[in-house]
């Protein structure tokens, strides 16, 4: 099998090792010099909607699928037709606008957060007095790792969140005080095939995932999110992996956002359970049967952002990933990931290693 995939970043790369272990050959496109996946496999640097890329990857794989939702869907409506393309344009189109998204979720009777669109000066200040205080503010497009966000805390808040985002198409969103955050992965077939992973607790610092921690044992919670997560897999046709992200209070679950892709937040999967991640995503997008996920352990994450410090190498706790990425503040260049036996020991690994990355 040839799989052709758009984005060359650190999914891309995790992506392709998994494929190399399936016998599966890869084409990346991706317009960055020297990317993370060019360690396995062949990039042809061009602009993601590049025509002339996008052509070579129809003609020459049996399968095309991304690896982030940015991807222009006209792009992939035009090559649609020559080869599969997965998952379905019509997921990305609802991932990428914020405000389709929370219709959709809306639609599917899975609970959400108050929702208000933004436009104007005057919309922000009727969704503050109809949604209270506080909510965040967010562009409905090209957000990430909390890009393009502003919680707005006090009236006085109102006039600076309008300055800084105010131009784009935004969405006001009532702040959910969470107890927790977790992540509901799951991938389905073209035969209608659905497994998922146990669910993953998740911890942002600065709107960017900090640690991942999975199972999450309570079966109220995850009964609850398999529903939901059933519910979009199935309203989309979709095929591959995504991932709802949903806020925890008491033993409700309010989604937050999907992720039609593999998704940082279920990286422990490829130590941590069979198939990882990657490896259901690719059978997913091949048709082949999907066999639900077996854990090895008690599974910890822990991303490595803006630097690999020195003291955490040494440690040689866990597995550590490092994408090969140029250090840049922010930036996500690695991650660590640690299966025990116990929660405890889980928790004193991660200690160990999050003492040794700040
Ligand atoms: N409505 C909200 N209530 C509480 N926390 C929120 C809310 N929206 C976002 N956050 C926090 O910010 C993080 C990033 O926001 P998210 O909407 O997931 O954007 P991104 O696309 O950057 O991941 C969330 O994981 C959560 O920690
Ligand atoms: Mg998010």
């Known amino acids: 099998m040839k799989i052709g995939i758009i984005g060359a970043g650190q999914l891309g790369q995790m992506l392709g090792f ?26 042809i640097q061009a602009a993601f909607d590049d025509k002339a890329a996008l052509s070579t990857l129809a003609e020459n794989c049996d399968v095309v699928t991304y690896e982030f939702e940015n991807v222009p869907v006209a792009a992939l409506k035009e090559i649609s037709d020559r080869v599969p393309v997965y998952p379905p344009p019509e997921a990305l189109l ?37 949604i209270g205080l506080p909510l965040v503010l967010k562009t409905r497009r090209l957000g990430y790792d909390g890009k393009g966000q502003f919680v707005i805390k006090t009236a006085e808040d109102v006039a600076t969140a309008w300055q800084q985002l105010g131009g784009a198409a935004l969405i006001a969103e009532q702040w959910i005080d969470f107890d927790y955050e977790v992540s509901a992965i799951g991938a389905r077939n073209p035969s209608g095939d659905v497994i998922s992973y146990p669910l993953t607790q998740n911890r942002h610092v600065d709107g960017i995932l900090h640690t991942s921690r999975a199972p999450v044992e309570n079966d109220v919670l995850t009964r609850r999110a398999e529903k939901y997560l059933q519910r979009l897999l199935e309203k989309l046709d ?37 198939p990882s991640q990657f490896t259901a995503h690719l059978l997913a997008i091949c048709d082949a049967s999907l066999a639900t996920p077996v854990m090895g352990g008690y599974a910890g994450m822990l991303n490595l952002i803006g630097a690999i410090p020195e ?7 866990g597995n550590l990933h490092d994408y090969g990425k140029e250090a840049r503040p922010g930036r996500k260049l690695g991650h660590i990931t640690v299966i025990t036996e116990t929660m405890a020991e889980r928790e004193r690994l991660l200690d160990e290693l999050e003492r040794s990355v700040t």
């Open 18 to 43: 998994a494929a190399r272990d399936l016998g599966m050959q890869c084409i990346f496109v991706d317009p960055s010099p020297s990317p993370p996946a060019a360690a396995c496999g062949e990039v």
């Open 94 to 130: 609802h991932a990428q606008d914020r405000l389709a998204e929370k219709r959709l979720f809306t639609g599917l009777d899975i609970p959400l957060p108050a929702f208000r669109c933004v436009d104007s000066m005057a919309d922000l200040e009727k969704a503050v007095a109809e």
């Open 238 to 274: 979709y095929v591959g992996v995504l991932t709802l992200e949903l806020f925890v209070t008491g033993d409700q679950l309010i989604a937050n956002e999907f992720a039609p892709r593999v998704h940082n937040s279920g990286h422990w999967s490829i130590e941590g359970a069979q």
């Open 311 to 317: 003291a955490t190498r040494k440690l040689q706790t």
